[in-house]
DNA sequence: CTGTTAGCGCATTCAA
DNA sequence: TTGAATGCGCTAACAG
């Protein structure tokens, strides 16, 4: 069926290494023969195959790259970022939806590892002792984004300082003269939105001396609108409320302040908002959403700039790369009201 | 460095064909063999080279994908949908990201062609003449999204009826009472934004009898917030004022209420805004967008529904799938105010 | 300069 | 059942 280089050379009346030759200029070839071939190529409309190419280098150029959700402006800035950086460096990139399962991961992990990736990059949300195990005997260099490594030493990562963060955000709160702030965090298993962001959380709470109140913080799976919304419906049943909440994201923001509007609780009048990620959607709501604000798409730059400089290297190793984030204040904040 | 099939064969004292029949289960292989080859398999962490068995099966498995960006829920909405479909047929995806730019593009097909992509999905906005070339050539089943492939018979395409879409979206101004309408449109070389859904728009103002008025229409470049800011800024500076504008998109229609508000103008009070593409911030926004709703995750199901139909029957077909809208009313329309 | 040959890692003939 | 040998399409080392 395709057409192969023996098609060519036959064509051109030359032997294969002939034609591997001009094809790839290894070689000097004498200008008549160049000439003959390049018909012969042109004419058959030969391109030559990567796949036996790999074969015979070892070197797919590909990068394989994992994201729990495509559809979140977060995951399609990474993707992005990474696509650039990849392919300005002449690297293919397969994509992978891994729809938050463990198993899912693993499994496209393996198939990278089958499909002789030269580099990989997760951004996943859920980890275990299987994703650490691949990680270690995996014989290419890999980069995991939005999870610190942990003790593994030869995985670089790219992160924002998401305790931090949290920890400015609700500290600008306190500043503001708030003293009952609840949180809308995500789930456990999601470290960034639910262990980290949720710790920084109680950091700024105890630096004021400012007790936790359970009835304040409502715990969500997902990270849409709706999970806002049923969130801040739990959190204004408690009977005392709260005149601040901090959400883990976004959307979370959005859906929580569209159950006030419901309820005819003004923002910031009677309660503020703060959210996470500043995606597109904090500066169009209204109010404007207060917000940090980090960027996804360098994330995704910084991962795939560390990745390349590891496959070219030929050697894998453990950097740890620590964007930026900025507290972006808006006008979903405002002094409590008492 | 890698561990080889060789390897394994020396390590469990078989020859590699046995290694191979156990592997893949094509022949019987007697229990003790079979034993001694998969523990050897697990002491080495033996994992199969996929490359090699591409060149010999000549199936990649490898699907190759192409859109202009990702950044955009159109157009990670297509992906996750393409990515969910090949996923669960067993394919796995090449992404590449063109930035709108027709040369990228045309070399990103050709990567695709070298690297043996079993299928190819392209989601473009521009078009050109070694476009249409290098689709009648293609050698694997293609399909193309968001435009009609126009003569190409080995081409399957996934659209939405864009100029009836636009059509009902302003006849539905028109119904409201409105005579004064305008448009923000995208660029004429984007066939679904610019040329379609403004075919839509005169299509409607004609059946109304209604002369177009060239300063109320827009032309933008991009489909951000600012173009829709700017469009609806160049047309708001006409003598005479229009009563309703349609938007090429939702992230249009934003920007042309953000610049409305910023004057003044009441939404739908003054002036009514139609978008289109009913994505996320449409129902965010205030007052919530009327819009024409579509579904990118399914139109990258269908797209890559046809695809792999043709990758199994291993053979190339031109069919055409449109898929549905609906125009969703919101706050953002009213009758005129005179 | 050019052609012949030996693999890259694996599946699959053909013999044994 | 098992092993040796062939070849997928191509590059690179080796002769000429």
Redo the contacts between chains.
């Keep these: ?2 057409v192969t280089i023996r098609d060519v050379a036959k064509r051109a009346g030359v032997s294969i290494a002939t034609v591997s030759r001009v094809l790839n200029q290894s070689k000097p070839v004498s200008e008549s023969l160049r000439k003959k071939i390049m018909k012969a190529v042109e004419e058959t ?1 030969y ?6 190419r ?2 015979i280098h ?1 070197r ?1 150029g590909l990068v394989g790259v994992i994201i729990p ?5 977060y995951f ?2 990474l ?2 970022g990474i ?2 950086i990849a ?1 300005q460096s002449g690297y ?6 891994s729809g938050k399962s463990v198993e899912q991961e693993l499994e496209m992990l ?2 990278f ?4 990736m030269e580099g990989v990059i997760l951004a996943s949300s859920r980890w275990s002792r299987e994703h650490r195990r691949w990680f270690t ?1 995996a ?1 290419m260099p890999c980069v995991i984004i939005g999870r610190p490594a942990g003790s593994l030493s030869s995985v670089c990562t790219a992160i924002i300082d998401n305790r931090k963060a949290a920890y400015e955000a609700v500290r600008y709160l306190i500043q503001l003269g708030h003293r009952r702030i609840g949180m809308i965090r995500g789930p456990k298993w999601d470290r960034a939105s639910g262990e980290e962001r949720y710790a920084g959380y109680r950091d700024a709470l105890r630096e004021a001396d400012i007790p936790p109140r359970r009835q304040w913080v409502a715990v969500r799976e997902e990270f849409q ?1 709706i999970d806002g919304y049923q969130g801040m419906k739990q959190i204004a049943a408690a009977k005392e409320k709260p005149t601040a909440v901090f959400c883990a994201c976004d959307r979370i923001a ?1 859906g929580a302040m ?1 159950y006030l509007e419901e309820q005819g609780v003004s923002v910031p009048g009677d309660l503020s908002i703060v959210g996470f990620d500043d995606e ?2 904090a500066r ?3 109010p404007s959403l207060t917000t940090v604000r980090h960027q996804p ?1 360098e994330m995704g730059v910084q991962a795939a700039t560390m990745l390349t400089e590891q496959m070219l290297n030929q050697q894998k190793m453990g950097k740890e790369a620590v964007l930026p984030h900025q507290l972006v204040v808006r006008n979903s904040t405002a002094p409590p009201s008492e």
């Design positions: 069926m395709s409309g391109r030559p195959n990567a796949v036996a790999s074969l070892k797919t959700e495509i559809y979140n402006p399609s800035g993707v992005q696509e650039s392919q293919s990139v397969m994509l992978a939806v393996q198939i590892q089958t499909r002789q005997q014989p609108v959005v569209q597109e959607l169009i709501v209204t798409f």
